[in-house]
């Protein structure tokens, strides 16, 4: 049985880092008894975190390169061919994190397509270039969005749309790419990242009595990459301790 191989975007800090973490210390490859191994490689602009990354999990290889660059990600996915000849799993995870725009007043367009362009036209053109790959391992593909595709503050309308796309793009790639390879989506609500210190109030609001944390939606995302899923493709999974089925009125 050869190496899993699993690509995260976006895979040196947050969410990402943590995926890249989780997959290696409990993807399923890591504790066979055959001598094959979770191979995850994390995508990354960020050198120095993804420098950092590395010299924490060894495990983990890091390549810096843009993810809406196809002459960079390309490079990326010729490598992966050369040295293991398949792919098992695509996280599409990086993204433009902040969720808030200028005024649409106030709003340029060239803000409008540097948001998309990263949060969702790099991981049609991710899932494009990996298509091979994938088709040959009978992989999967993991899109990560937010709750903020199903519900807004003002003026998020770029990051929004950019992640309401995103669901909508899963369901579509899984009945194109489909059978060989499955779509799934996650979306994390407040996931505390950075392990910042929260009020009381940050926590009891949420229906399970706490703020996410980066296990939350890293497990689901092992999961979506395993055979228990088989039958899943298409579907979003919202992460987000219940918030989003929460009905809240100014009292």
């Known amino acids: 049985m050869a190496n899993q191989v699993i690509l995260v975007t976006g895979g040196a800090n947050g969410i990402g880092k943590g995926i890249c973490e989780f997959l290696v210390k409990n993807s399923p490859a890591i504790n066979s008894t055959s001598g094959n191994e979770t191979i995850v490689i994390a995508v990354d602009i960020d050198e120095n975190a993804g420098f950092k990354l590395v010299s924490e999990e060894p495990r983990i290889r890091f390549r810096c390169a843009d993810v809406s660059n196809e002459t960079e990600m390309s490079l990326i996915i010729n490598e992966i061919t050369t040295q293991y000849g398949h792919l098992n799993g695509l996280i599409n995870n990086a993204a433009i994190s902040n969720p808030y725009n200028s005024p649409l007043e106030e ?127 298409g579907q979003n999974f919202t992460v987000d301790g219940g918030m989003t089925k929460k009905m809240i009125y100014v009292e």
């Not at 362009?117 to 991710?126: D, E, V, Y």
């Not at 910042?196 to 497990?219: K, M, N």
């Open 107 to 233: 709003l340029d367009l060239i803000e409008w397509h540097r948001v998309l362009n990263i949060n969702l036209t790099a991981p049609l053109l991710m899932s494009k270039l990996c298509l091979p790959l994938l088709r040959k391992a009978r992989g999967s593909i993991v899109n990560i969005s937010s709750t903020r595709a199903q519900q807004s503050e003002p003026n998020t309308e770029l990051y929004s749309a950019s992640k309401g796309g995103l669901v909508a793009l899963t369901h579509a790639l899984a009945n194109s790419l489909g059978p060989e390879i499955r779509v799934n989506c996650v979306s994390p609500g407040w996931v505390n990242t950075t392990n910042e210190l929260l009020r009381d109030i940050d926590s009891s609001q949420h229906p399970v009595g706490r703020v996410g944390d980066i296990t939350d939606t890293a497990a689901i995302v092992n999961f979506l990459l395993s055979e228990q899923s088989g039958f899943i493709t």
